[in-house]
T-cell receptor, first 113, second 114 residues
Framework: DAGVIQSPRHEVTEMGQEVTLRCKPI?????LFWYRQTMMRGLELLIY????????DSGMPEDRFSAKMPNASFSTLKIQPSEPRDSAVYFC???????????FGQGTRLTVV | KQEVTQIPAALSVPEGENLVLNCSFT??????LQWFRQDPGKGLTSLLL???SQREQTSGRLNASLDKSSGRSTLYIAASQPGDSATYLC?????????????WGLGTSLAVNP
């Protein structure tokens, strides 16, 4: 298996633009997690899905952030409108069961200017 | 509220040394604990996962121990190599309650010098 695949790897956008991050989990995994990593706050869980259903979105910072998982092999994290403080590395992770070992993608480095 | 602390924040050692990275947590009610490695600009790689019923796990030159009663885990790296240079993160999963998401430390940045 190729592991968790995220795209794009890097994204530079202007403030106010819509940003969409994509994730393909490992085949067979039924839990998917979106994280944000910054130097100041470390890793923060934004939202996670179990069997394509959002279970906990309490980490989503505000209404500008939204996430979807239309099927077991694809998820998106959207920021609209983007702001400079959204600049961070966004990771997607998947696991077989929400408490099992988590496997991470390479991340998307987002820069909002 | 569970909190995870990793000390030191940064560590620099000469090649060949055996070293220990520390992870402490405030609530002993954990389901498992996981150690990850993160290379600069890269994602996280799972190194070892210790279930709450286990005392240690080993993989190659890595050994992770768990002492729930004292709220501590250590990652032991034997005969360190420059390729071990990375940030090492510890994450704890609570065993109880509705919120069982991973609680993360901020990591220890390790530099192994040739």
């Amino acid at each position: 298996d190729a592991g968790v695949i995220q795209s794009p790897r890097h994204e530079v956008t202007e403030m106010g633009q819509e940003v969409t991050l994509r994730c393909k989990p490992i085949s067979g995994h039924n839990s998917l997690f979106w994280y944000r990593q910054t130097m100041m706050r470390g890793l923060e869980l934004l939202i996670y899905f179990n069997n394509n259903v959002p279970i906990d979105d309490s980490g989503m910072p505000e209404d500008r952030f939204s996430a979807k998982m239309p099927n077991a092999s694809f998820s998106t994290l959207k920021i609209q409108p983007s702001e400079p403080r959204d600049s961070a590395v966004y990771f997607c992770a998947s696991s077989f069961g929400e408490v099992a070992e988590a496997f991470f993608g390479q991340g998307t480095r987002l820069t909002v200017v | 509220k569970q909190e995870v602390t990793q000390i030191p924040a940064a560590l620099s050692v000469p090649e060949g040394e055996n070293l220990v990275l520390n992870c402490s947590f405030t609530d002993s009610a954990i389901y498992n604990l996981q150690w990850f490695r993160q290379d600069p600009g890269k994602g996280l790689t799972s190194l070892l996962l210790i279930q709450s019923s286990q005392r240690e796990q080993t993989s190659g030159r890595l050994n992770a121990s768990l002492d729930k009663s004292s709220g501590r885990s250590t990652l032991y790296i034997a005969a360190s190599q420059p390729g071990d240079s990375a940030t090492y993160l510890c994450a704890v999963r609570p065993s109880a309650g509705n919120n069982r998401k991973l609680i993360w430390g901020l990591g220890t940045s390790l530099a192994v010098n040739p």
